[in-house]
C-alpha cells in the first residue's frame, strides 16, 4: 500500500522582513491619519478665520463664531484627540516591545477615555440644530437663547472633564479608571478617601449637567420666539421634529440605565429588568447620531441652495420620518415585549428585536415588525439621500409630501424665512 504525504507549504519570513512589513504599513497609517487630522484641523481654522464676502451682511456687522459652532468644535477636537493618542501610545508600545512602561499605560487611559465620547457627536448635532432653528427665523442676528447657549457649554465642559479625568487619574494621580456602569459615565478610584470622595461627587455633576442640559436645549428649540414676537415664529421644520425625536431615544435610554444604577449604588435595590430593557435598547438609539447628522445636513444644503427659504423635497422629508419612526417602532417593541414575556427583550446587532415566542401567531407579527423597521430604516436613509444628491434650488421647495406623513399640502410652499411678516424676500442672506 502506498502512502501519499502531502507537505503544507509554510513560507517562512525573516525577522528584518516582518519588521520592513510593519513600519511600511505603519507610514501607510500615519500618512492617512495626517491627511485626517490635517482636514480636520483645516476646517476648524476656516470656521474661525472666516470672512463672508463684502455685501453679504450688513455693514460694519462682526460674527463671531457662535456657541454652538464652539461647543462642536471642542467636541470634535477632544474626540481626535483622544483617538491620535491612542494610535501614537500604541505604535510606541508596539515597536519597543515595552509592555509595562509609561505609554502602555497611556493606551489604556486614553482607551478607557473613549466611553466618555460616545455622547459627542449626538450633543454636537443637538446644538447644531438648535442654532439652524433660531437661524431659520433670524438668518442675520438668529441665535438660541442665552441660557441655552450656556447650556451648550455646561454640556461641553462636563464631557471634557469627564476625559480629562479619565486620563489624569491613572497617569498623574496613580489611580484607577473604568467604564461606568451605563453610557458615558466613568467610575474613579484613588488611593487617598478624600480625593476618592471628591471624584465620586464629581462624576455625578458631570451627568447630571449633561442630561439636564441636553434636556433644556430641547426645550429652548419648542420655546424659542422670533426676536419681533411670536406671531412671527414659524414652525419646527420636520428635519428639526426628527432629530428631537431622535435625541429624545438616544438619551431616555441611557439616563434610565444610569438611574437604575444610581439608585442600586445607594439603596441596594436592582430593577433587573428595566436596566437590562435600556442595554437592549443601546443595538437600537445608536444609529441616532448618524441619522441627524445625515437630516441636518441635507436640510442645510436645501437653505444653502435657497437662500435660506427652502426645505429638503417632500418626499425626502417623508424619508425622514420613515428613518425616525423604524427606530421608534423598534424602541417601543423593546419596551412593550417585557409586558408580555416578563422577560428583557433581546436584539440582534442592527438592533432587531430577536423574541420568539411560543404563539406562532405572535411570532408572526414580530417577525412582521421586524421585516417593517428594516425597510423603514434602510429605506428612508437610501430616501433621504437620493434627495440630496438629486436636490436643486428648483425643487427644494418641501413639496410632493404624502398627506398622511407631510403638514404642508401638496402643491404649497413650506414655512420658511420669506412667510414672516416684515421681512423682504428679495434681500439675500
Avoid at 18 to 46: P, R, S
Avoid at 58 to 71: E, R, S, T
Avoid at 377 to 394: D, K, S, W
Wanted: glycine share 8%; charged share 10%.
Amino acid at each position: 500500500m502506498w502512502t501519499l504525504r502531502l507537505a503544507t507549504f509554510q513560507p517562512t519570513r525573516s525577522p528584518s522582513q516582518a519588521q520592513a512589513c510593519a513600519i511600511a504599513f505603519t507610514v501607510l497609517k500615519y500618512l492617512i491619519l495626517l491627511m485626517l487630522y490635517g482636514g480636520a484641523l483645516a476646517v476648524v481654522y476656516a470656521i474661525i478665520t472666516f470672512e463672508p464676502p463684502a455685501g453679504t451682511w450688513p455693514a460694519g456687522k462682526k460674527f463671531p463664531v457662535a456657541p454652538a459652532v464652539q461647543c462642536t468644535m471642542i467636541l470634535a477636537c477632544q474626540y481626535f484627540l483622544v483617538y491620535g493618542g491612542i494610535q501614537v501610545a500604541r505604535t510606541w508600545t508596539q515597536f519597543t516591545s515595552i509592555a509595562a512602561n509609561f505609554t502602555s499605560k497611556a493606551e489604556n487611559a486614553l482607551m478607557t477615555a473613549t466611553a466618555s465620547m460616545n455622547f459627542a457627536p449626538m450633543l454636537a448635532v443637538l446644538f447644531i440644530g438648535a442654532r439652524m432653528r433660531a437661524l431659520n427665523m433670524d438668518p442675520i442676528n438668529g441665535n438660541p437663547q442665552k441660557w441655552a447657549q450656556n447650556c451648550f457649554f455646561m454640556c461641553t465642559y462636563a464631557l471634557l472633564a469627564q476625559t480629562i479625568l479619565s486620563v489624569a487619574v491613572p497617569l498623574v494621580l496613580q489611580g484607577d479608571v473604568k467604564v461606568g456602569k451605563c453610557e458615558g459615565d466613568m467610575e474613579y478610584t484613588v488611593e487617598n478617601k478624600m480625593l476618592g470622595s471628591i471624584l465620586a461627587i464629581g462624576r455625578y455633576v458631570m451627568m447630571i449637567c449633561i442630561y439636564i442640559g441636553v434636556g433644556c436645549v430641547i426645550y429652548s428649540i419648542f420655546t424659542i420666539e422670533h426676536p419681533k414676537g411670536p406671531q412671527y415664529t414659524i414652525p419646527i421644520s420636520p428635519t428639526m421634529q426628527c432629530v428631537i425625536n431622535l435625541t429624545f431615544q438616544f438619551f431616555f435610554v441611557y439616563i434610565w440605565i444610569w438611574a437604575a444604577i444610581t439608585i442600586k449604588e445607594f439603596t441596594g435595590f436592582e430593577w433587573a429588568l428595566m436596566t437590562q430593557t435600556m442595554e437592549n435598547c443601546k443595538g437600537i438609539v445608536m444609529f441616532c447620531p448618524m441619522l441627524s447628522i445625515l437630516f441636518v445636513g441635507t436640510r442645510m444644503y436645501a437653505l444653502q441652495i435657497t437662500d435660506s427659504k427652502g426645505a429638503p423635497q417632500g418626499w425626502t422629508q417623508d424619508g425622514m420620518y420613515m428613518a425616525t419612526w423604524s427606530l421608534l417602532i423598534q424602541f417601543v417593541m423593546v419596551l412593550v415585549t417585557p409586558c408580555a414575556t416578563g422577560e428583557p427583550a433581546q436584539v440582534d446587532e442592527d438592533g432587531n428585536i430577536k423574541w420568539e415566542p411560543d404563539n406562532k401567531i405572535l411570532f408572526y407579527c414580530v417577525v412582521a415588525i421586524r421585516l417593517l423597521g428594516f425597510l423603514l430604516l434602510y429605506g428612508g436613509i437610501i430616501t433621504v439621500i437620493v434627495g440630496l444628491y438629486t436636490m436643486t434650488p428648483e425643487t427644494a421647495n418641501g413639496r410632493g409630501a404624502v398627506p398622511l406623513v407631510g403638514d404642508t399640502p401638496f402643491g404649497e410652499e413650506p414655512y420658511g424665512v420669506n412667510d414672516i411678516p416684515g421681512t423682504p424676500i428679495e434681500q439675500k442672506f
